[in-house]
C-alpha cells in the first residue's frame, strides 16, 4: 500500500450535537431520515463463539456460560431491510414458550436507528433491555462478526446482572 493512508480515526466524531445531526443529508433517498448520524459505522472487530454439546464440553472441561434455547429466522423484502427481527422475535418465543418479560436483555442489531425503533416498537420491547451496553451505532458495525460480538456481550451482561434469557 506504499505511503497510503487506510484510517485516520476510527471512533465518534467530538463535538458532535442534535443541530448538527439535524444538518446531515439522508443516505437513501432525498426525503430520508437515515443519515450518517443515526447509523453504525462500519469498523473493524472480531469476535467468537464456541457452541459445543453440554456432553463435549464437559469432556473436554469447558466452561459453560449459556445455554441454547431456540432460535428463528424470517426474511423481510430487502427494500425494507432491517426489520426481520420484529418478525422472527415472535417465532422464536413462541416456539420456546417464553415472552419479553422472560427476556432479560436484548441484543438487537442496529445497523440503522430507525430499524431498531420499529422493531423495539412493533414488539413492544421495554427499550432498558435493548442493548445494554450500546449497539452498532455505538461500537461499529463489523461485517460478519456482528452476531458473534452480540452474544459476546450478551453472555457476560447476563451474568453480571443475573439474567436469565437473552435474546
Known amino acids: 500500500f506504499g505511503n497510503a493512508t487506510i484510517w485516520e480515526k476510527e471512533e465518534i466524531s467530538e463535538g458532535t450535537t ?12 432525498p426525503d430520508g431520515s437515515t443519515t450518517a448520524g443515526n447509523s453504525s459505522q462500519v469498523s473493524d472487530g472480531a469476535a467468537g463463539v464456541l457452541l459445543a454439546s453440554r456432553e463435549a464440553a464437559v469432556r473436554l472441561g469447558l466452561p ?13 423484502p430487502p427494500e425494507i431491510m432491517g426489520i426481520g ?15 419479553l418479560i422472560d427476556i432479560s436483555i436484548v441484543e438487537l442489531n442496529e445497523a ?24 452498532a451505532i ?8 456482528t452476531g458473534a460480538r452480540q452474544i459476546a456481550t ?9 439474567g436469565r434469557y437473552g435474546l
Not at 443541530?19 to 437513501?28: C, D, E, M, N, T
Not at 420484529?86 to 417464553?98: N, S
Open 138 to 145: 455505538a461500537f461499529g458495525h463489523p461485517l460478519g462478526a
Open 18 to 29: 442534535f443541530l448538527k445531526q439535524g444538518k446531515l443529508r439522508p443516505a437513501f433517498k
Open 112 to 135: 440503522f436507528a430507525s430499524q431498531a425503533v420499529y422493531c423495539i416498537e412493533s414488539l413492544g420491547i421495554d427499550y432498558a433491555k435493548v442493548n445494554p451496553k450500546g449497539g
Open 85 to 99: 427481527p420484529a418478525f422472527a422475535i415472535p417465532k422464536v418465543l413462541e416456539q420456546t414458550g417464553l415472552t
Open 154 to 162: 450478551l453472555l457476560p451482561e447476563l451474568r453480571r446482572t443475573g
Open 64 to 76: 459453560i456460560i449459556g445455554r441454547w434455547v431456540g432460535f428463528a429466522v424470517a426474511g423481510v
